[in-house]
């Protein structure tokens, strides 16, 4: 298996633009997982799905983040406007249930400038 | 909610001395998992502990969890420079099904 795919790996963009983060779970996996790591506050869980439907989103930072996961193969993560302090690294991670481990993707470094 | 401490920080040591980090928990755990993380790199899974008292070893790694299931620690034997990185506990929340991460110990390594 590929792992966790995530794209783009990089994203320079401006403030006030929408930002759209995408990931592939390892096939099979029924866990998704959307982190933000930053020196600051470390490694944040901002929302998971189980079987496609989001179960706790408690860690999203406020309206402009938004998750969707259509299908078991793909997610996405959108900051709608984007501001300076989104500025991070966002994971995604795969798990074949809760109490199992987790494999991250190689993250999305976000720069809003 | 339950909350998962790492200490220390941060460990600067010399090649070839040990080190160790200590997770502890708010609530007792069903288990606990290890990560690795290099410099730039994302985290990448190394273990996972489930019976009280359990000692798993990979190389010169230790891993060790707590008679009461709450706290557990890893042991590196004689540092190597590949051993540069921070290191992450995570325990699974039973009212829930995400794993809550301690903040990391982040090991430098001087040749």
């Known amino acids: 298996d590929a792992g966790v795919i995530q794209s783009p790996r990089h994203e320079v963009t401006e403030m006030g633009q929408e930002v759209t983060l995408r990931c592939k779970p390892i096939?099979?996996?029924?866990?998704l997982f959307w982190y933000r790591q930053t020196m600051m506050r470390g490694l944040e869980l901002l929302i998971y799905?189980?079987?496609?439907?989001?179960?706790?989103d408690s860690g999203m930072p406020e309206d402009r983040f938004s998750a969707k996961m259509p299908n078991a193969s793909f997610s996405t993560l959108k900051i709608q406007p984007s501001e300076p302090r989104d500025s991070a690294v966002y994971f995604c991670a795969s798990s074949r249930g809760s109490y199992y481990e987790q494999y991250f993707g190689p993250g999305t470094r976000l720069t809003v400038t | 909610g339950q909350q998962v401490m790492q200490i220390p920080q941060y460990q600067h040591v010399q090649e070839g001395e040990d080190f160790t980090t200590y997770c502890n928990s708010s609530?007792?755990?069903?288990?606990i998992q290890w990560y690795k993380q290099r410099p730039g790199g994302h985290p990448v899974f190394l273990i996972q502990l489930v019976k009280s008292g359990e000692v798993k070893k990979q190389k010169r790694l230790t891993f060790q969890f707590g008679e009461a299931k709450k706290n557990s620690s890893l042991h590196i034997t004689a540092t190597q420079t590949t051993d540069v990185g921070t290191y992450f506990c995570?325990?699974?929340?039973?009212?829930?099904?995400?794993?809550?991460f301690g903040d990391g110990t982040t090991l430098t390594v001087k040749p």
């Open positions: 995570a325990g699974p929340n039973t009212n829930a099904g995400k794993s809550t």
């Open positions: 799905f189980n079987n496609n439907v989001p179960i706790d």
């Open positions: 096939s099979g996996h029924d866990y």
């Open positions: 609530t007792t755990l069903s288990n």
